[in-house]
């Protein structure tokens, strides 16, 4: 019975901490928002779909509005967005969002993690020509004509379109990431999540324990408030 005890305890405190590292990164997007366009979503599109994924993070209304808030004073911290490369274990190829309000500690961090990892961080354009920079948009199929919207939005820039159950997802060059989300907009389609994703063009396949040493690391980027997002080759 205690032994039970403790384990559920233990699985609830991880999710209360995953949620509080999810709600850190998405106040930090609304932060970058807000000091890059302004603090009223309707004419900062980029804020509107910052406050869209901590609709769907389940972040609470009232941690959105304080965070949007909080950005628009002239006190708050100013977060900087960093890409930084490396190379993992394994000849794996690493892309690191970051959010940072000190690149000196982020920057340090981040070659820790690597160390120890049996990994190096890596100069700019060391592992970026591997990926593709792309945006993601996530939304429900319900109430919705998926094969005319799909020929609708290729006017719009989307490349691939898959559906997934009741899901559906539309992927775009960078450069067209504002044209789908205002045609998405238009249209009255509640996006999920939508993000700016970077794909590998090459991957590598690994043995399962290859694969353990690549998520250490994964886990240990992430777990650092100042990532927002941790991208690999790994196939």
């Not at 910052?50 to 941690?63: D, F, H, L, S, T």
């Not at 920057?107 to 961080?121: I, S």
């Not at 719009?156 to 960078?174: C, K, L, N, P, R």
Request: aromatic letters at 8%.
């Amino acid at each position: 019975m205690g032994r039970a005890f403790e384990y559920r305890k233990a699985r609830k405190m991880k999710r209360w901490s995953a949620m509080s590292q999810a709600f850190t990164k998405i106040g930090r997007e609304i932060s970058m928002s807000v000091k890059a366009s302004g603090p009223d979503p309707n004419t900062n599109p980029r804020l509107r779909i910052a406050i869209q994924n901590a609709k769907a993070a389940n972040m609470p209304k009232v941690n959105v509005e304080n965070a949007i808030k909080k950005a628009s004073e002239k006190s708050d911290k100013v977060f900087s967005e960093i890409v930084y490369e490396g190379i993992g274990p394994h000849g794996i190829s690493f892309m690191v969002e970051t959010g940072t309000d000190n690149p000196t500690r982020t920057v340090a961090n981040l070659r820790m993690y690597f160390k120890k990892c049996n990994g190096e961080l890596g100069n700019s354009g060391s592992a970026s020509f591997m990926f593709e920079h792309k945006g993601e948009f996530r939304f429900y199929t319900a109430g919705l004509d998926v094969e005319e919207l799909e020929l609708e939005l290729i006017d719009h820039g989307a490349e691939d379109f898959q559906v997934d159950g009741d899901e559906v997802y539309v992927y775009t060059a960078f450069e067209d990431y504002g044209a789908m989300q205002k045609a998405l907009e238009e249209r009255n389609i509640e996006v999920i999540n939508a993000s700016l994703q970077r794909f590998p063009t090459v991957t590598k396949e690994l043995t399962e324990e290859q694969q353990e040493d690549i998520d250490k690391l994964i886990e240990k980027l992430e777990e650092d408030e100042d990532v927002l997002q941790v991208f690999t080759t790994m196939g």
